[in-house]
């Protein structure tokens, strides 16, 4: 009887602090991955904007608001924000304006877009700007939540300020790019992608990985702008007279290829 007893509160004790020191772990794990961002919500809606400001305060985060597009180029020119969500149609200055300002200062804070307009166009546009992702209104708040988080746990792709693949070489620090003495200009989103591209070459990237490390968005939503813009940073990459270094890998994904490497997937 004793001895039954005493296994059984032995058996209690260690289910105890299992139980506790598990508790403890998931509680800590919760704190460290709810990192605190500073924020900054340029949406004139002021009641969309106040939503916003509540829900990403909830989650412990710092929430700034600017109603229109000057304030939102004053804050997010001069504040070090970690994410900024910005509503194309502001007034006295438009979104689009604004991330353009924001890109040609070298500013680099992610950008999510908010709007109304879902058209290919569109998406394609604030991209190429800069935007880190895209949102058409109306939205689910919770998504937004998850494409904030998403965005938070961004990491840069690379190791040198100096990419190259052939005579292909591009400057992540200046963000020139040259095809041996032709300088290229490229978009903001074409020169992401061509960098991600670079850093993986000689291996195939999924669309998905693409989508996930250039936009952090739904493939599903952006694989009509990824076919887009992989055509156009072909064209601006690739003249008549030189060789293809971005290859299809059909139902797979793409691969940046070294030009005298067997070539076993199609351009």
């Known amino acids: 009887m004793d001895f039954t007893r005493n296994l ?3 058996y209690l004790s260690v289910t105890f602090r299992i139980v506790f020191y598990l ?45 229109d597009g000057e304030s939102a180029w004053l804050l997010g020119g001069t504040e070090a924000y970690d994410i900024i969500i910005l509503d194309i149609m502001l007034p006295k200055r438009s979104g689009l304006d604004v991330l353009r ?14 709007t109304a307009r879902d058209a290919v166009t569109d998406k394609v546009t604030g991209l190429d700007l800069g935007a880190d992702d895209y949102m058409v209104k109306p939205f689910a708040l919770a998504e937004l939540l998850a494409r904030v988080r998403s965005l ?21 620090a200046t963000h020139q790019v040259f095809r041996g003495k032709r300088e290229i200009s490229l978009t903001a989103k074409e020169f992401t992608l061509l960098v991600y591209l670079t850093a993986n070459k000689g291996s195939v990237v999924t669309h998905s990985d693409i989508v996930e490390k250039v936009w952090d968005v739904n493939l599903d939503m952006f694989s009509d702008v990824l076919k887009v813009i992989i055509s156009r940073l072909r064209k601006k990459i690739e003249a008549k007279d030189e060789c293809p270094l971005i290859h299809t890998v059909r139902g797979v994904g793409y691969m940046l290829k070294e030009p005298s490497d067997g070539d076993e997937t199609e351009k």
């Open 8 to 10: 059984l509160l032995s």
């Open 23 to 67: 508790n403890i772990y998931s509680l800590a794990g919760l704190f460290i991955r709810r990192k605190a961002l500073r924020i900054l919500v340029a949406e004139d809606d002021k009641k969309l904007a106040e939503n916003l400001r509540q829900i990403l305060a909830e989650q412990g985060n710092a929430v700034d608001i600017a109603h």
């Open 101 to 114: 300002s924001l890109r040609d200062s070298k500013i680099s804070i992610p950008v999510l877009l908010l």
């Open 152 to 172: 938070s746990r961004r990491k840069g792709v690379l190791e040198t300020p100096i990419l190259s693949c052939g005579d292909l070489s591009i400057n992540t």
